[in-house]
């Protein structure tokens, strides 16, 4: 598939790590560094832009280095990139640690994954078919 992509960053176009790899990484663009201090939250620029094909998003997933080793997640993950959005990817980091934390330049914040979508159509109805699971949620089948 190709995207077209406008890079205002000072960094390379996003690629993936290895062939079999679903995300690439996007990396800060940013004019000085960033602390997030404990529970603080921010919107990070990656100077990056994008014009998806119809039926495509673009998802925006926290990298599981960060997340494990520092608490650095994204606040509504994952986010999504519509196929009519033109702006740039800004990326919400959120400090879940206690921890100060520092984001420079170029480092690498995040995942972007591309995936298929459906626009669905809603039929209203009375009532549903029903399954096994029926209203059942939330913990409902318990363990075992």
Same mark, same amino acid.
Request: charged residues 25%.
């Given at each position: 598939?190709?995207?077209? !992509?406008?890079?205002? &960053?000072?960094? +390379?176009?996003?690629?993936?790590? @290895?062939? %079999?790899?679903?995300?690439?990484?996007?990396? $800060?663009?940013?004019?000085?560094?960033?602390?997030?201090?404990?529970?603080?939250?921010?919107?990070?620029?990656?100077?990056?832009?994008?014009?998806?094909?119809?039926?495509?998003?673009?998802? !925006?997933?926290?990298? &599981?280095?960060? +997340?494990?080793?520092?608490?650095? @997640?994204? %606040?509504?993950?994952?986010?999504?990139?519509? $196929?009519?959005?033109?702006?740039?990817?800004?990326?919400?980091?959120?400090?879940?640690?206690?921890?100060?934390?520092?984001?420079?330049?170029?480092?690498?914040?995040?995942?972007?994954?591309?995936?298929?979508?459906?626009?669905?159509?809603?039929?209203?109805?009375?009532?549903?078919?029903?399954?096994?699971?029926?209203?059942?949620?939330?913990?409902?089948?318990?363990?075992?």
């Amino acid at each position: 598939m190709k995207i077209e !992509i406008i890079n205002k &960053s000072r960094h +390379a176009l996003p690629q993936y790590s @290895t062939p %079999l790899s679903a995300g690439m990484d996007l990396r $800060a663009n940013i004019n000085e560094p960033i602390t997030l201090k404990p529970l603080e939250r921010r919107l990070i620029p990656t100077g990056l832009y994008i014009a998806l094909p119809e039926g495509f998003e673009a998802q !925006i997933r926290p990298r &599981s280095g960060l +997340a494990f080793k520092n608490g650095i @997640t994204i %606040l509504n993950t994952p986010g999504t990139i519509d $196929a009519d959005y033109r702006g740039e990817i800004g990326v919400i980091l959120v400090n879940l640690s206690a921890d100060e934390f520092t984001i420079n330049d170029g480092d690498r914040i995040c995942q972007m994954v591309i995936a298929r979508h459906e626009t669905a159509e809603f039929i209203e109805v009375e009532t549903l078919s029903s399954t096994e699971r029926g209203e059942g949620g939330f913990g409902h089948t318990g363990k075992k």
